[in-house]
């Protein structure tokens, strides 16, 4: 939110002056391109694009020119191919390298489930090592609920799919999602679009909030998104997926932590499996916590470097099913692997020297160029 | 000068400026090309109404990874062209009442 501080605020700035060009600044930065330290990382999504094998031989070539590239392959499941890469830095680089060769990456999603069957008699862990050995599927975490089971589901995976796994064992499953409805904040019109839902094939109950700007929704069922989606749109909404915080975190108690030298060795220790985001140590009476981002490494990779390490950890499962809340704005967890750990900027040193596109698209101002009268000052962020 | 970077959380659902000068909830998404940069930064200065100068880092995100800026975090470049104020990486460290106290100090 920090362009919104700026603007709470009413920070003044200095305007930038245009002076005689320092030209021997110029293109520092460009010459400090690979910033992002040499700890890999790994990550895996979904390939959208041509699945012949000389077209994803090709997609293979584009990713392995990436500079800090050290891994990639790309594996067919039913219904979708993954692709699987172990670089020092993932996100734009990859995704921007696999767009030039004619493909479109997506993050593997996330699914919560409500699984309704008999908890107490089902051998809970081995049908954890089930799921999680369906082509697929990166990660699988589950908590007991009244009649049966929230389950967070990691991977590239079919509902249908989960569903004929669980079935042997007595349950049935079903995708549980979050959206927000942008429009009309009318009970009438919410009461409207509920209807329109529920009558949607595989809808099997929708729950509603009125809120500002729109609603929140809740919807249960295997449905698709482009269905709701479009469905939403003849009533005169937007419609919003909602994605679920604790998807993004790994979460941890860990035994062995006492003090901040014991943390750095952990910490190490998971940089050394490719943890290239951040690693929250938190400590609590009686316990010590662990977040680690997901999508970099399993849980039992994890385990096995703090085991390594001297330390043990347990994972804590906690999934909880969407709820209508009462939030109109939804902020997700920070995006993981984009921090740059090095720092090439000194004080008392010259800035490195950019010149950036301005708002209007045309123009550019170079940062050197403004060095003169008054100091310049950079406010570097997002919108969100 | 605002110099707008990656998206520190990436789809979040927030209100957005419409066509017609209201606004509705919409999701802001992580940016990877030039034009998904100036539409979120058009959005971001429009909704907030914010006048100051303004670029986007270019699609190699190169800027952002000299200065270590993302999710935020704060400069202030003197007459010379040196760094004289450099606030902690954000959220922690992006703290406005420390530049706008270096300011004060250093600026008439």
């Not at chain 1, 734009?92 to 004619?102: D, F, H, L, P, V």
């Not at chain 1, 490719?274 to 385990?303: F, N, W, Y």
């Not at chain 1, 490195?352 to 209007?360: E, V």
């Amino acid at each position: 939110m920090t362009i919104r501080t700026i603007a709470a605020v009413g920070l003044t700035l200095v305007a930038a002056t245009a002076l005689p060009a320092a030209s021997q600044r110029r293109d520092r930065a460009q010459s400090a391109v690979g910033a992002e330290g040499s700890q890999a990382a790994s990550g895996s999504y979904i390939v959208v694009g041509s699945p012949t094998d000389a077209d994803l031989d090709r997609l293979l070539a584009a990713i392995r020119k990436v500079d800090g590239v050290e891994q990639v392959e790309v594996k067919k499941i039913p219904g979708n191919t993954l692709l699987r890469v172990r670089a020092a830095a993932l996100g734009t680089i990859i995704i921007t390298a696999a767009r030039k060769a004619g493909f479109e990456l997506r993050q593997t999603p996330t699914r919560i489930y409500l699984a309704t069957g008999p908890t107490q008699s089902t051998d809970l862990s081995q049908l954890r090592t089930t799921l999680r050995s369906l082509p697929g599927v990166e990660q699988v975490e589950m908590s007991p609920q009244a009649g049966g089971l929230a389950l967070r589901v990691r991977g590239a995976i079919d509902p249908s799919g989960l569903a004929a796994v669980l079935k042997p064992s007595g349950f049935t499953s079903a995708p549980v999602s979050a959206f927000v409805a942008s429009g009309s904040a009318a009970p009438a019109d919410v009461a409207r679009l509920r209807m329109a839902l529920n009558q949607l094939l595989g809808v099997s109950k929708i729950e509603t909030r009125v809120v500002i700007g729109g609603a929140n929704l809740v919807v249960y069922g295997d449905v698709k998104e482009e269905a709701l989606t479009k469905t939403a749109r003849a009533c005169g909404y937007g419609l919003l997926s909602v994605n679920d915080p604790a998807s993004e975190t790994q979460r941890f108690t860990v035994q062995g932590v006492t003090g901040s030298e014991d943390e750095a060795k952990l910490r190490d220790a998971l940089r050394g499996v490719g943890v290239a985001g951040e690693i929250q140590i938190q400590k609590t009476a009686g316990e010590v916590r662990l977040g680690v981002p997901t999508g970099t490494a399993s849980a039992r990779a994890l385990a096995g470097a703090a085991k390594s390490a001297g330390f043990d950890l347990t994972q804590v499962e906690t999934v909880t099913l969407p709820s209508i809340g009462s939030e109109r704005e939804r902020i997700t967890p920070p995006a993981p692997n984009e921090r740059t750990i090095d720092e090439q900027t000194r004080m008392g040193e010259l800035a490195p020297d950019f010149s950036l596109l301005m708002h209007d698209g045309k123009g550019k101002i170079t940062l050197s160029n403004s060095f003169g009268k008054r100091p310049v000052v950079l406010i570097f962020g997002s919108y969100t | 000068m605002l110099v707008y970077i990656r998206e520190a959380h990436p789809d979040s659902i927030l209100f957005v400026p419409t066509k017609s000068g209201g606004k509705e909830l919409g999701v802001v998404g992580q940016t990877f090309a030039v034009q998904d940069r100036l539409n979120n930064l058009h959005q971001c200065t429009s909704l907030l109404q914010l006048t100051m100068p303004s670029v986007i880092d270019s699609d190699d995100n190169i800027v952002n990874r000299t200065y270590a800026a993302w999710p935020d975090r704060l400069y202030a470049i003197d007459t010379d062209g040196k760094v004289a104020f450099k606030s902690g990486p954000g959220p922690a460290g992006f703290k406005t009442p420390d530049l706008a106290a270096w300011l004060q100090k250093n600026v008439r």
